[in-house]
């Protein structure tokens, strides 16, 4: 079973909207829990990261929350764009060098 | 700067061959990583490297091995492939380890029949 949680698996908003993300985790110990963005064809590139002591993090319209008593994050979307379409990927950290993946939430942002 | 440079960028491999897939990044990072990444699943790591002349086994190792002799390449080699081996390869890196950002390349797709 993975131990971080995705939901939902896709979904569609329209360009000036809000949405937000949800990442449910049962790693541990926790050390920290990163969002990535990835867009299609291309590579993962980082939004946030954040170690169990935070529990908020922004990048220009990308906010994260984080709560590690009940392990789980959200990553809020702020009037999105088109160019926000990708697909959203939530990562923990137990230890150096492993990292476990969700499967990320698609986003399709439509005009 | 490039960042992360792999090669090459896609390949159909039949089954039983082998091939390396080649990783370079120039921001003298300490750490790098491959994974692998299906449809459906969460990236899965496959090897990595601490720092140069060190390497270590991720999730899913079999079928692929990886070699450190400089700073700035981590080679992947599949030494014979299967049709399971069908993904797509990240390579990253990372300065330090555990709190520090990963900087991942671009892919490469790979297809074995």
């Known amino acids: 079973k993975n131990q971080v949680e995705q939901s939902p698996q896709s979904l569609i908003i329209l360009e000036g909207k809000n949405c937000t993300l949800q990442?449910?985790?049962?790693?541990?110990?926790?050390?920290?829990l990163r969002w990535y963005k990835q867009d299609t064809g291309r590579g993962p590139v980082s939004l946030t990261i954040?170690?169990?002591?935070?529990n908020t993090k922004s990048n220009g319209r990308y906010t994260a929350t984080l709560d590690a008593d009940t392990k789980q994050s959200s990553l809020h979307i702020t009037a999105s764009q088109l160019s926000d379409s990708a697909s959203y990927i939530c990562?923990?950290?137990?230890?150096?060098?492993?990292?476990?993946f969700g499967a990320g939430t698609t986003v399709t942002v439509r005009a | 700067t490039a960042g992360i440079t792999q090669a090459p960028t896609s390949q159909i491999l039949a089954a039983g061959r082998s091939m390396t897939l080649r990783c370079t990044q120039d921001?003298?990072?300490?750490?790098m990583y491959w994974y692998r990444q299906d449809l459906g699943l969460g990236l899965r790591l496959i090897h990595y490297?601490?720092?140069?002349?060190?390497?270590g086994k991720g999730e899913v190792p079999d079928g692929y091995s990886v070699s450190r002799a400089n700073t700035d390449d981590f080679p992947l080699t599949l030494a014979s492939a299967v049709p399971s081996q069908t993904s797509v390869y990240f390579c990253a890196s990372s300065d330090k380890g555990d709190t520090d950002t990963q900087y991942f390349g671009p892919g490469t797709r790979l297809t074995v029949l």
């Open positions: 954040m170690t169990f002591s935070e």
């Open positions: 990562v923990v950290s137990k230890d150096d060098y492993k990292l476990s």
């Open positions: 990442c449910n985790y049962t790693v541990s110990p926790f050390s920290n």
């Open positions: 921001m003298r990072h300490n750490a």
């Open positions: 490297s601490n720092t140069a002349g060190t390497t």
